[in-house]
């Protein structure tokens, strides 16, 4: 037995308890007559002490050898601490040691196990073995694993089913580019790792599993952006038989248990807001609405004076800033140039302080009087101490940048706090998207998301106007979960293809197996999938998910501690019949 007890467990009612322990050598500290070693396992952390007095003098030599990170096995007497630790769950007690086993021996590591570590992330990414140790990252790993035991939990408690889908599939056009795997017993050809195992629930709804779920890892092999990983995992669920308001509700109710079991919140109702209502309001479709700051479209106060940049633009737009008013020069300047950095693109920024007397200040006094500002302060909602910001331009690129600004005035004004969850659906998404460079439409969501009921006619006449029967749920700013009610019936699924530029051979040599399978009685059917790397960082109060991950992969896609990817040696080239072109 290597321990009797872990080094979290042991408590005042433990005194005079013959125990062992295993675990790690936090830290030693040696007074010379006495030596202490802080033992800490997944569970916390046990003092041992080491005392002349007490302990044979071969046992306390033996201590004092023990370096950071050894793995040690101990056997001795809890007795009462003199001095107590209030701060450590073990803090009243401490071990009298008698015998002490070395099971492993440890370099220096390359940076402290502590919860404040001198390593950069780099450095913790290569070790990511020893980062786990540190009680932030077990942690982490420890609330994951809590809320996918709550997913499970409430799911089957909602008779859903969970099943596994297969990793290696045929690629087929989601979106983002395919991991490929070659296939050696058939030469040639290749695997897909899945980007959502979109097409194996819908034919488990035609299977009449009725309600199914799995917590899976999908694959996406797109380009990175910051927070993104090209393996991250789902929570997917499907189910037959349903409207959409049936899903909202269903996964309304998954939401509410999160936060309910995990963060103590009760929620009672989601709002519900449309796709061109959010994109107006909030200018993204995944508004976080812990805070206001709406859009005032400003056009009919702003134009048709002397002042050429708004006359010229599509779209005038503002939001008020709480408090703001109170601004330096220098604080506006350095707003102005943040606007006008390359990652948001805006040309500058206009800007009105609405004085706490009633008055207004503007770096376009020249063109528009008090009287004309009023109307910028009704149209955004401004009260005094309020400071307005404009934007102006192309209707679609300044609700982007001003909806970057909000965000961005929301983050240093404190307003994104972490212990307030928002949720909310966004429905009514358009069905396609136009790609403004080759002329053609594509699936917004994917190409089995359903019209809604009555508009499948304008695919014919207006595609750009037909609504998706689709839906998204936001939480504080970031979409968690999105899905739709799926097309069922082979013609309309055909019907889509046509209008996505699919040659009926292409789509039948894509899809044929789904198309074929609507053949045999596809029930009405439709589902969400929630990420879960995304959930859990919001549920946890933190914005980067590789902190509860696991192994995660870098900002490259690469995982620096096992060194992958990595080339594959001459004889695996040969059996896969694959030759390496490194085009310069």
């Known amino acids: 037995m290597y321990r009797s007890h872990t080094c979290g467990e042991l ?86 040691v008698d015998e002490v086993i070395i099971l492993n021996e440890s370099k220096t590591p390359p940076f402290t196990i502590e919860n404040e570590t001198d390593g950069g992330e780099d450095l913790r990414m290569k070790y990511r073995y020893l980062d786990i140790r540190r009680n932030p990252v077990k942690n982490n790993l420890i609330f994951r694993s809590k809320v996918s035991m709550e997913v499970r939990k409430y799911l089957s408690d909602q008779n859903f ?11 087929t056009p989601e979106g983002a580019r395919d991991f490929v795997v070659p296939s050696r017993m058939n030469e040639g050809q290749f695997y897909a790792l899945p980007q959502s195992p979109q097409t194996f629930k819908q034919l488990l709804m035609v299977g009449g599993m009725d309600k199914y779920f799995q917590i899976v890892k999908c694959f996406r092999d797109e380009d990175l952006r910051a927070d993104r990983q090209p393996e991250f995992t789902q929570i997917d669920c499907e189910m037959a038989f349903v409207e959409q308001e049936d899903i909202l509700d269903a996964f309304e109710g998954l939401t509410k248990h999160l936060l309910k079991e995990i963060k103590g919140v009760k929620i009672s109702a989601f709002p519900r807001i449309t796709y061109d209502d959010a994109m107006r309001i909030y200018g993204n479709d995944k508004p976080d609405i812990r805070f206001g700051m709406e859009f005032g479209e400003l056009n009919a106060v702003a134009q048709h004076k002397d002042f050429g940049v708004f006359n010229s633009a599509e779209l005038v737009v503002g939001i008020a800033v709480p408090g703001a008013a109170s601004y330096t020069r220098k604080e506006l300047d350095a707003l102005v140039n943040w606007v006008k950095r390359p990652q948001v693109g805006a040309n500058g920024m206009v800007y009105a302080k609405y004085n706490e007397d009633g008055s207004f200040k503007s770096t376009v006094d020249k063109f528009y009087d008090q009287e004309d500002l009023a109307k910028w302060a009704e149209a955004t909602q401004a009260k005094p101490g309020d400071l307005i910001c404009v934007l102006s331009g192309d209707a679609n690129k300044t609700r982007a940048q001003l909806s970057a600004l909000r965000m961005e005035l929301a983050e240093r004004l404190g307003l994104r706090n972490a212990d307030e969850f928002a949720p909310l659906w966004v ?126 992969k870098n900002n490259s896609g690469r995982d620096v501690m096992i060194d992958a990817p990595a080339a594959i040696d001459q004889e695996q080239l040969r059996e896969l019949s694959l030759k390496i072109d490194i085009k310069a």
Do not use: C
């Not at 308890?17 to 033992?39: A, M």
């Not at 089913?161 to 690629?171: D, G, H």
């Not at 396609?432 to 080759?438: I, K, Q, R």
């Open 161 to 171: 089913i969970e099943v596994e889908t297969p990793y290696l599939i045929k690629s």
């Open 11 to 96: 408590r005042e009612t433990h005194i005079n308890t013959k125990v062992t322990l295993s675990g790690w050598v936090q830290k030693t500290r040696d007074k010379g007559f006495v030596v202490w070693v802080d033992l800490r396992d997944r569970y916390g952390i046990t003092q041992l002490v080491f005392d002349e007095d007490r302990t044979s003098s071969k046992l306390l030599e033996q201590a004092r050898h023990l370096g950071r990170e050894f793995v040690v096995q101990v056997t001795g007497e809890v007795i009462e601490r003199s001095s107590k630790n209030p701060n450590l769950a073990t803090g009243d007690i401490e071990v009298l």
């Open 427 to 552: 429905i009514d998404f358009p069905l396609l998207e136009l790609d403004e460079e080759t002329g053609n439409y594509h699936a917004m969501h994917h190409p089995f998301t359903s019209p809604k009921p009555g508009q499948l006619e304008l695919l014919e006449t207006d595609p750009g106007a037909v609504r998706a029967n689709a839906y998204d749920l936001v939480l504080n700013g970031n979409e968690i979960g999105g899905g739709s009610i799926r097309i069922h019936d082979r013609d309309v699924q055909s019907t889509m293809f046509k209008h996505l530029g699919f040659t009926p051979e292409e789509a039948q040599a894509q899809f044929g197996f789904l198309m074929d399978a609507f053949q045999y009685g596809a029930p009405p059917h439709g589902g969400i999938a929630f990420g879960l790397d995304r959930l859990v960082s919001i549920l946890g109060g933190q914005e980067t998910i590789r902190d509860f991950i696991a192994f995660p």
